[in-house]
């Protein structure tokens, strides 16, 4: 299986191609205005794949930038629309958790994205040889609470006691190449946990 994995919700965006398990191409870049089809174009012609030998595509939809995501959701979107193949969605989150067992982290691990107005998304995952387990689920916390964390995460620069990593297309890949059902084509809506908050205008006044 042919798979073609985004991961855009942080500023180092990544394009995987895999066939199957196996990781044939990954590019990368920290330039949130570069195309996603140039990186797509990029990471295709890395692995020497044709795009119409794509068979599935695997997104990362979040939580994080919320341009980023939503510019890789209409990529692949579009994509699966005019090819009819496999599109395969996770959390962002989720992707963390695997690049960090894929990095040899163990154990119960924190992990933090920016979830802007001085506040973070946080999840624990217990991680180990064999598997990854979701052992508190997305939060919003506030970031003094976030610097007190023994944690990992895209936007954990500044925190005495976390430590930078990104959620990797290559791992995003893994995941899609473990599946075997994959769900009707649908809309897809980013992961954005906040309630939504909004005022009311005031009605017109007559003249």
């Known amino acids: 299986m042919k798979i073609l994995a985004l991961e855009f919700s942080s500023r180092r965006r990544s394009v995987a191609v895999a066939d199957g398990a196996n990781l044939l191409a990954k590019v990368e870049t920290n330039e949130v205005s570069q195309s996603p089809l140039m990186l797509v174009d990029q990471a295709l012609g890395e692995a020497d794949i044709d795009q119409t030998h794509v068979e599935t595509i695997a997104l990362g939809i979040g939580p994080g930038s919320y341009t980023g995501i939503r510019s890789a959701i209409a990529t692949a979107q579009g994509w699966q629309f005019a090819n009819d193949i496999n599109l395969y969605t996770t959390s962002s989150a989720e992707i963390l958790a695997s690049t960090a067992r ?10 933090i994205i920016d979830a802007q107005r001085h506040e973070y998304y946080q999840t624990t995952w ?4 064999d598997s990854q387990t979701e052992s508190a689920p997305l939060q919003i916390i506030g970031v003094s609470e976030a610097a007190t964390l ?7 620069t500044g925190f005495p006691f976390c430590t930078p990593l990104y959620p990797d297309a290559a791992a995003l890949a893994r995941m899609a190449a473990s ?12 992961i954005y946990i906040r309630s939504i908050d909004f005022t009311k205008a005031p009605p017109p006044r007559a003249l």
Request: aromatic share 6%.
């Open 102 to 111: 894929t990095n040899g982290i163990r154990g119960k691990v924190h992990f």
């Open 126 to 129: 217990k991680l180990t040889d």
């Open 150 to 156: 023994e944690a990992h995460g895209p936007d954990a």
């Open 179 to 190: 599946q075997t059902r994959f769900p009707p084509c649908k809309p897809i809506e980013p």
